[in-house]
C-alpha cells in the first residue's frame, strides 16, 4: 500500500451504533436487515478512512524506526570520525619481562626498554614470634598497636582477650587502615606468624609497626617483625634514556602508562641491560572489522530506505500489507547517500603516482568498495566489498585508508606564500577552497574565499560564518604589492560527511525525517477526527432509519387491524 497516495480530506472515526432493532412489523415484514444493508452501503468513506488510518499509523512507526536508526548510525559514525579513533593498533615485545597495552593515538615504532627493579609494596612479617593458634589470646589487657602507611599513623585499640583471629579481622575492618595496610597470618605448617602488608606499591608506602602486646604465647614486640619485603619504585629506562649507568626513570606502579604516548607498559619482571624491544604497528585485522561493521551499518539503512520508499518491491507481489512512503523525501535521502559513499573525499586529491603528490585513495571505490547497481539484486544500492583489494590497500598504507574514512580537518596549501594556521573541527566544511587577496603598500586590503570576504588582521586571514570554510585561519607570507590567488584544501572523511547528513535528516526542528513523521502524525489525528464524526453520522442515519421503519410499522399495523375489523363486520352483515 503506498501510504504517500493518501489523501488528506474526507476522514472519520469509530462509535458504536444504536441496539434498537426492529424484529417484526405490522404486516410480517423484517427490516432489519434492509437498516444494515443501507448503513453498510453509506460506510464505504468510513472503511476508507480506518484502512487509511491504519496505513498512517503504520507509516508512523516505521519512519519513526527509521529516524532511531538514523540517530544510531550517526553516533557511531562520529565515534570513528577522527584518524586517532578510526585507527587501530597492535603491540609487541621481544620478552615476556613486560607486557603492553596499545590505546587510540599511539605512535607507530619501536621503543627499548630495561627494567632495573620492580616496584613493590612494603610488607612485616613477625617470623620472630610464634602463634600457636588462630584462638590464641595476643593480649591479657586492653593496649593499643600504632602503625602508619606512607607516613600517615594509625592507633587501634585491643581489648584485652583478642584472639589472633579477631586481631586480624579488627586491623582489616579499621576505616583507618582501609586501602593502606591489609592484616593477615602466615602458617608455616606448625605456628601462625601475623602479616602487616601495604596495600599499594611505591617508595613512599611505606609500613611500619610499634606494639607490644603479651598474650598466651608470650610478648609480641615491634622486634619480633621482619621487613620481608622493602617498598621501592619501579626502575626504567626508556629508549636509553636516562643515560647514566646508575640513573633511572623511577615509577611507584608496576603499570607504567606515562613513558610512551598512549601506551600502558606493565612490568612484571627485570630484564638484562639490553632490555627488551617493544613494537607498535598498525593492526590492519582490526581496521578491516571497523571497515566491514561500516559496510554492514550503513548496507542496513540503505536496504531499509529504499524497502520503506517501495524501491526494492516486486512488481508482481501481491501483499496488500506492505506500506511504502511514496514521495520525495526518502529518495532524496537515498540520493545523497550514495553521492557521498560514491564521490571522491572533500579536499581530496587525486594521486598523481609520476610526481607521488595527491592522496593515495581518493574515494571508496578505490580501495575495493563499490555499489551493487544491479536493479532486481537482493543488494541493489549496497555497499560490495572486495576484500583482496581492500587488504592490499591497508597493506600499502593503512594511515592513507584511515584518513578516506576519518579526515577531519586536516588541510593544506598549494603555495608557501599562504599558510594554515588552524581550522575549527566541526564547523571548517571539508572541501578545496580558492582564496583570492590583495597587497597594497605591504598591507592587506581585501581577501576573499570563494568570493566571501574574509576577516583581515594583520597578514592573517579568518573565514567567517557566512563561509562553509568557516574558521579556516591563513597566515600571509608574502606581503609583496600585488593581487594573488591561492587554494586551500580542507579534509573531511566519509565517517564525518555522512554522520553531518544524517544528522542533518533526523534533526529534530529541520530534519526531513521527523518533519515527514509528523506529517503522518498529523494525518492520523485528521482521521481519528473525520472518523468520530463520520461514525456519528452513520449513527444518526441508523436512528433515523429505525424510526422511520418503526412509523411505518405502526401505520401497517392499523391499517391491518382495520382490515381485519372491517372483514368481521361485514362477514356479520351477510349472515
Known amino acids: 500500500m503506498a501510504v504517500g497516495s493518501l489523501s488528506t480530506s474526507n476522514y472519520v472515526s469509530n462509535t458504536n451504533s444504536g441496539s434498537f432493532t426492529i424484529d417484526g412489523l405490522g404486516d410480517g415484514t423484517d427490516w432489519t436487515d434492509l437498516i444494515d444493508a443501507t448503513v453498510e452501503a453509506e460506510s464505504y468513506r468510513l472503511d476508507q478512512y480506518e484502512e487509511d488510518l491504519e496505513e498512517a499509523e503504520s507509516a508512523v512507526d516505521l519512519l519513526t524506526a527509521l529516524d532511531e536508526e538514523i540517530i544510531e548510525l550517526t553516533t557511531t559514525l562520529q565515534s ?51 602463634i600457636t593458634s588462630t584462638d590464641s589470646s595476643m593480649t591479657t589487657s586492653n593496649a593499643t598497636i600504632t602503625l602508619s602507611y606512607a607516613g600517615e599513623e594509625i592507633s587501634i585499640s585491643v581489648s584485652a582477650g583478642t584472639t589472633a583471629e579477631e586481631l586480624v579481622d579488627q586491623i582489616n575492618s579499621d576505616p583507618d587502615c582501609d586501602d593502606k595496610i591489609t592484616a593477615s597470618l602466615v602458617y608455616d605448617g606448625e605456628n601462625y606468624h601475623l602479616k602487616l602488608a601495604g596495600e599499594d606499591t611505591g617508595a613512599d608506602n611505606a609500613v611500619t609497626v610499634s606494639m607490644n602486646l603479651t598474650g598466651d604465647d608470650g610478648t609480641l614486640a615491634s622486634s619480633d617483625f621482619t621487613n620481608t619485603l622493602v617498598a621501592q619504585n619501579a626502575q626504567i629506562k626508556i629508549d636509553g634514556y636516562p643515560s647514566g649507568e646508575d640513573t633511572w626513570m623511577e615509577r611507584d606502579s608496576n603499570s607504567v602508562d606515562d613513558v610512551i604516548d598512549n601506551m600502558t607498559v606493565t612490568l612484571s619482571s627485570t630484564t638484562d641491560s639490553d632490555g627488551v624491544t617493544i613494537g607498535v604497528s598498525y593492526d590492519t585485522d582490526a581496521m578491516t572489522e571497523v571497515i566491514e561493521s561500516f559496510i554492514t551499518d550503513v548496507n542496513q539503512l540503505i536496504y531499509d530506505i529504499l524497502d520503506l520508499s517501495g524501491v526494492l ?96 580537518g586536516e588541510y593544506s596549501s598549494d603555495s608557501s606564500d599562504m599558510q594554515v594556521i588552524s581550522t575549527i573541527s566541526g564547523l571548517t566544511g571539508g572541501g578545496d577552497y580558492d582564496i583570492e587577496y590583495t597587497v597594497s603598500g605591504g598591507v592587506i586590503t581585501s581577501a576573499t574565499i570563494d568570493g566571501v570576504d574574509m576577516k583581515i588582521s594583520g597578514n592573517t586571514l579568518l573565514a567567517q560564518s557566512d563561509s562553509d570554510a568557516n574558521g579556516l585561519y591563513v597566515q600571509i607570507n608574502n606581503l609583496t604589492d600585488g593581487s594573488y590567488s591561492h587554494s586551500v584544501s580542507v579534509k573531511q572523511g566519509k565517517c564525518s560527511q555522512l554522520a553531518d547528513l544524517l544528522s542533518s535528516l533526523s534533526d529534530a526542528e529541520s530534519g526531513s525525517i521527523p518533519i515527514l513523521i509528523q506529517s503522518y502524525e498529523d494525518m492520523t489525528t485528521k482521521l481519528d477526527n473525520d472518523i468520530y464524526y463520520e461514525e456519528s453520522r452513520l449513527d444518526a442515519l441508523e436512528t433515523r432509519l429505525t424510526e422511520k421503519y418503526a412509523a411505518l410499522d405502526e401505520m401497517l399495523s392499523y391499517y391491518s387491524n382495520l382490515e381485519t375489523q372491517l372483514d368481521t363486520t361485514l362477514a356479520q352483515l351477510e349472515s
Open 313 to 408: 518491491a516486486d512488481d508482481d507481489d501481491d501483499d496488500d500489507d506492505s506500506v511504502y512512503i511514496k514521495g520525495s523525501t526518502l529518495d532524496i535521502a537515498y540520493s545523497q547517500i550514495k553521492n557521498i559513499l560514491s564521490s571522491a573525499g572533500l579536499g581530496f586529491a587525486y594521486y598523481d603516482s609520476d610526481t607521488g603528490e595527491g592522496d593515495l585513495f581518493t574515494s571508496l571505490s578505490t580501495i575495493g568498495i563499490s555499489t551493487d547497481s544491479e536493479e532486481g539484486s537482493s543488494t541493489f544500492g549496497q555497499l560490495e566489498l572486495d576484500s583482496d583489494e581492500l587488504e592490499d590497500a591497508l597493506s600499502e598504507d593503512p594511515e592513507a585508508v584511515a584518513l578516506l574514512f576519518a579526515a577531519s
Open 80 to 130: 570513528m570520525d577522527e584518524m586517532d579513533e578510526f585507527l587501530c593498533y597492535t603491540g609487541s615485545v621481544s620478552g615476556d619481562e613486560v607486557s603492553v597495552a596499545v590505546e587510540d593515538g599511539a605512535a607507530v615504532g619501536t621503543y627499548n626498554l630495561v627494567v632495573n627493579q620492580l616496584a613493590q609494596k612494603d610488607v612485616w612479617i613477625a617470623e620472630d614470634f610464634d
